[in-house]
């Protein structure tokens, strides 16, 4: 069978995206020119200009994919959870586990705030980690494990708290003992919210 445009089109995509993906994670945005990435690819820097733009709008996409899957591995890892306190714990390890990689470090924390810019970076942020964070903490006032308070605002605050600790981890001289102040002090603010 012959292929369609389509089908042509999105494998060309998924090819810049996975050498593009490949490259960041090792050596970040700046050190890799968009012809590598091309070459790597094997596809034509036409290609990259027709569906992406430039190497920005390449590393945008790049970005998304990073952070639609971080957030369904929190999602995943916490899909148990018998309650409250016990899926923040979770989700919390499961997010700074992920900004523990090398890719995800390089790609989200670092390159990403540089790259889009803080607004850009902070909103394709919030697109992806905002909603489940939100669903979480709806369910949780619904549930009466968190008084009414107003979600979408503790949200924000909620995601830019653990954001805010993955790069304090990711920059620090000493990960290990940061990650385990980091933990420390979210959890004790995370008690601090829930009745009793």
């Known amino acids: 069978m012959r ?11 998924a090819a810049l995206v996975a050498a593009a993906r490949e490259l960041f994670a090792t050596r970040g945005y700046a050190a890799v020119p968009a012809d590598e990435i091309v070459r790597a690819a094997g596809v034509t820097r036409g290609a990259l200009y027709h569906h992406y733009g430039d190497k920005q709008g390449l590393f945008r996409a790049v970005f998304e994919e990073v952070e639609r899957e971080v957030t369904a591995e929190v999602d995943a890892a916490m899909a148990g959870a018998p309650d409250l306190a016990s899926g923040m714990v979770i989700a919390l390890g499961a997010f700074l586990d992920a900004c523990g990689r090398e890719e995800v470090r390089r790609i989200s ?8 810019g803080w607004t850009e970076w902070r909103a394709i942020e919030a697109e992806h980690g905002l909603g489940l964070v939100t669903e979480v903490l709806s369910g949780a006032v619904e549930a009466g494990s968190l008084p009414p308070l107003p979600v979408d605002v503790l949200a924000q605050l909620v995601l830019s ?4 600790a993955a790069l304090l981890i990711a920059n620090a001289e000493d990960p290990v003992a940061t990650r385990a102040a980091s933990e420390l002090a979210l959890m004790a603010w995370f008690r601090g919210l829930t009745p009793g």
């Not at 292929?3 to 999105?10: A, V």
């Not at 924390?109 to 889009?116: E, K, Q, R, Y």
């Not at 708290?161 to 805010?164: L, N």
């Open 3 to 13: 292929r369609t445009q389509e089908d042509r089109s999105n494998s060309t995509k």
């Open 109 to 116: 924390l670092t390159d990403a705030p540089a790259v889009l």
């Open 161 to 164: 708290a653990v954001t805010e």
